[in-house]
């Protein structure tokens, strides 16, 4: 399996990464932001929750109207453009008196863009890098997520109590420009992967054929369910300590970060596909300790050792390349994208809606049994009839 070294001799790999960690720098800090900024004007864990999550929950939509523009629109012009919105849809709260109903609508905008973001990108990266050198590019990326992810939260959580959350929205803003600027120059102009016009009907037959396959749909479940409920956690971080919430994001950024280089470069391809389900149960058994609401420092450190269990979505990702047509790659992938973000966004109302009713520590316990039991059906699931890898296309 390639390193990560021969990745970065790769001409185009190094301007897609660099474009990738401002884009997360962008995310991370303007999401702290904006929630920090509901929550002190409203109260509502609930709206702070939606407020950070909810491009996620949009995702879903995007995935169904919009996601055949992965493989129909260049990527390069697709994801610029995306960039370019995300960025408006970011500075516009900034604005002073807001209301809170416009703030999440145009965090809704900024879903449906990011479900075509991920197609296109993740499309991308399966033309930019070797087909062996998949799974250690997106390791390579994961764990650049997780250190930027690290950094953004440290530096936005810092910044927060220095200056205003629109302050912090504005310099995320500039942040998602400066991606764009980096997609624009430094990626090649390359044609879409699939002939025809982007449509809600060519969307929609796409996404039946890939639904059609039941090797695919348990995969998508298992990349969705476990992992999108345990973000409903990390989206109660702000209700739970608003003073720690930036040290929170940062440990399970280091966890996540951990967890995809032991996977990711590690642990040998034999090996890896046996580790998901290990993983899966590690990523939800810690935050049952949170129904005892342990002090920050604990809290930290109980949610690193959890998001280790994130890398087991790199063996499940290679999974579904090698179920899914080449020319449909972008569609497929970005569909698994735009899934796990509509989960993410879906868990975070669901944790916020439990936290309001109970608190925020118990309702992190009960969504993480949800995972823990998500996980030991599609376990039950995948073991009751086996099916050849690619057997079914």
């Known amino acids: 399996m390639p390193g990560y070294r021969h990745l970065f001799r790769t001409r185009e790999f190094t301007p897609f990464f660099l474009a990738a960690a401002t884009r997360t720098a962008a995310q991370t800090m303007g999401g702290l932001a904006l929630g920090t900024l509901v929550y002190r004007s409203t109260d509502s864990p609930l709206l702070s929750a939606i407020s950070m999550f909810g491009p996620q929950l949009a995702q879903m939509l995007g995935a169904i109207l919009l996601m055949s523009a992965a493989d129909r629109v260049p990527p390069r012009a697709a994801l610029t453009a995306t960039q370019l919105?995300?960025?408006?849809?970011?500075?516009?709260?900034?604005?002073p008196g807001t209301p809170t109903a416009a703030i999440l609508l145009l965090v809704f905008v900024q879903g449906l863009a990011a479900s075509v973001d991920g197609g296109a990108r993740w499309g991308l990266l399966t033309e930019i890098t070797p087909k062996d050198a998949y799974v250690t590019a997106r390791s390579a990326l994961n764990m650049l997520a997780g250190l930027t992810q690290t950094a953004g939260y440290a530096t936005a959580g810092a910044l927060l109590t220095v200056v205003t959350p629109e302050t912090c929205l504005l310099l995320s803003s500039a942040l998602s420009v400066s991606s764009a600027l980096t997609t624009?120059?430094?990626?090649?102009?390359?044609?879409?992967?699939?002939?025809?016009?982007?449509?809600?009907?060519?969307?929609?037959?796409?996404?039946?054929?890939?639904?059609?396959?039941?090797?695919?749909?348990?995969?998508?479940?298992?990349?969705?369910?476990?992992?999108?409920?345990?973000?409903?956690c990390e989206?109660?971080?702000v209700a739970y300590d608003p003073d720690a919430a930036g040290t929170l994001f940062a440990g399970a950024a280091l966890g996540m970060l951990a967890g995809d280089l032991t996977v990711g470069r590690l642990v040998p391809a034999a090996?890896?596909?046996?580790?998901?389900?290990?993983?899966?149960?590690?990523?939800?058994?810690?935050?049952?300790?949170?129904?005892?609401?342990?002090?920050?420092?604990?809290?930290?450190?109980?949610?690193a050792v959890a998001s280790i269990g994130f890398g087991a979505s790199l063996a499940q990702q290679h999974r579904l390349l090698t179920l899914?047509?080449?020319?449909l790659t972008g569609h497929a992938l970005g569909l698994q994208s735009a899934g796990t973000m509509t989960l993410q966004g879906v868990s975070a109302a669901l944790a916020g809606a439990g936290a309001q009713a109970v608190s925020p520590g118990a309702a992190m316990t009960g969504m993480a049994m949800l995972s823990l039991g998500v996980t030991g059906g599609l376990a039950w699931a995948g073991s009751r009839r086996p099916v050849p890898v690619g057997a079914d296309r």
């Open 271 to 303: 090996v890896r596909s046996r580790l998901v389900v290990p993983l899966l149960l590690l990523l939800a058994a810690p935050y049952l300790l949170f129904f005892l609401h342990p002090p920050a420092p604990v809290a930290a450190v109980t949610v």
């Open 235 to 237: 989206s109660l971080y």
């Open 324 to 327: 899914t047509p080449p020319h």
């Open 184 to 232: 624009r120059l430094g990626l090649t102009a390359r044609p879409q992967r699939t002939a025809g016009r982007p449509s809600p009907a060519a969307t929609w037959r796409t996404n039946a054929l890939l639904w059609s396959s039941r090797p695919r749909r348990l995969t998508y479940l298992g990349l969705w369910l476990p992992n999108g409920l345990i973000v409903g």
């Open 85 to 95: 919105t995300t960025a408006a849809t970011t500075a516009l709260p900034a604005l």
